[in-house]
């Protein structure tokens, strides 16, 4: 069945509908009222252009045929239609209004017509939907949420290390989200993300004083993870109404890099460093740098504020694979490498995107 459907389409596009091969033109009509049902609008205007010249006095197929150019912003091309199909039946009344007022209008977009059939030739277009388009942009802000870093168990040295997750703390970041809409409800792009997440610990400290230990402050420990990821994306709609609930999910590449500091304050004796030296200096150091794949998985709802434009909300679950490291020789400590591990988060993000 689909090579069928297949040759009949490539004989329309080839033009030789009206050969001896040719089906009638209400099996074309049939054919193009299932392709603008599926969304598929250059077929549908083939096989209402091929029922035009099987049977040059068939307003559905002009009608038809409007309505396939109309929805791809061809406004003259529709209106050319349109004008045929009211010639061929003057009373379509509903037809004829909406001609009007796309003859005021010709080269601005407009609300798409409804599908036409044999059936309700009289049919005028609606106003349910939007003029189709071909790409989305969208660039959006968010927090992270839920972040944390699984460790394997490791043996290095005859020391073994069991298994760890720490908590990430909390991220913010942002990003694009770029894709080619194959129809209204599927679109294959590209998604580029940063988010930094941190997590601070404070913890007292004690020194030695005349054989006695005493709190002199506590010593607020940040470690920082920053993600850059890249991932080829897959985006599915559902619905035609202003609001339009969609999933996401996508598989790529992330490169990361990790930080931490120590800080000294709230002292007891006013002083961080009176009579304890650089012991009790601030410090901060680079840590390892990671990549390897990602894989997320998410979903949200898009807002339509016009034909172009979208506000939406979405919900993320990533998980980032990040290889082992070589963490370079310092003057006090030789090269070693630090092991991979499993970061999680649950990102929820805000934008706007824009289609054309």
Not at 25 to 42: E, L, P, R, T, W
Not at 205 to 225: D, E, H, K, Y
Not at 301 to 309: C, I, N, P, R, T
Request: charged residues 10%; aromatic residues 12%; contains cysteine.
């Amino acid at each position: 069945m689909k090579c069928f459907v297949f040759f009949a389409a490539l004989l329309v596009g080839l033009g030789i509908a009206g050969s001896g091969f040719a089906q009638s033109a209400a099996q074309y009509i049939a054919a193009g009222n299932q392709y603008y049902a599926a969304k598929d609008y250059v077929k549908g205007a083939q096989y209402y252009q091929a029922a035009t010249q099987a049977d040059p006095n068939s307003a559905a197929a002009f009608q038809g045929l409007g309505n396939c150019e109309y929805v791809q912003g061809h406004n003259s091309e529709a209106l050319a239609a349109y004008e045929k199909a009211l010639n061929l039946n003057p009373n379509n009344a509903q037809l004829s209004t909406f001609v009007q007022g796309l003859r005021a209008k010709v080269g601005a977009s407009a609300p798409a017509p409804a599908a036409a059939s044999p059936a309700a030739s009289t049919a005028a277009p609606s106003a349910g939907r939007r003029t189709p388009k071909t790409f989305e942009i969208a660039p959006k802000i968010g927090v992270g949420v839920a972040a944390s870093a699984s460790f394997p168990a490791t043996t290095s040295n005859g020391y073994s290390q069991p298994a760890t997750t720490i908590d990430q703390g909390f991220g913010i970041g942002g990003g694009v989200e770029g894709y080619y809409l194959v129809d209204a409800h599927l679109g294959v792009g590209l998604i580029f993300n940063y988010m930094s997440y941190s997590k601070s610990t404070g913890t007292p400290v004690t020194v030695l004083n005349q054989s006695s230990q005493q709190t002199v402050g506590t010593a607020t420990s940040t470690a920082t993870f920053n993600s850059i990821e890249i991932m080829p994306a897959v985006k599915v709609k559902f619905g035609d109404s202003s609001f339009k609930p969609y999933l996401l999910g996508s598989f790529g590449f992330s490169m990361g890099s990790t930080s931490a500091s120590q800080s000294f304050g709230s002292w007891s004796n006013g002083n961080p460093n009176s009579g304890y030296g650089s012991y009790l200096a601030n410090a901060s150091a680079a840590g390892p740098s990671y990549s390897g794949p990602m894989i997320q998985v998410g979903g949200g709802g898009e807002y339509s504020l016009g034909d172009a434009m979208n506000l939406f909300l979405q919900v993320r679950y990533c998980m980032i694979f990040e290889g082992n490291a070589t963490v370079a020789a310092t003057a006090t400590t030789p090269s070693y490498t630090s092991p991979g591990y499993t970061f999680s988060s649950i990102p929820i993000e805000l934008g706007m995107s824009f289609d054309f």
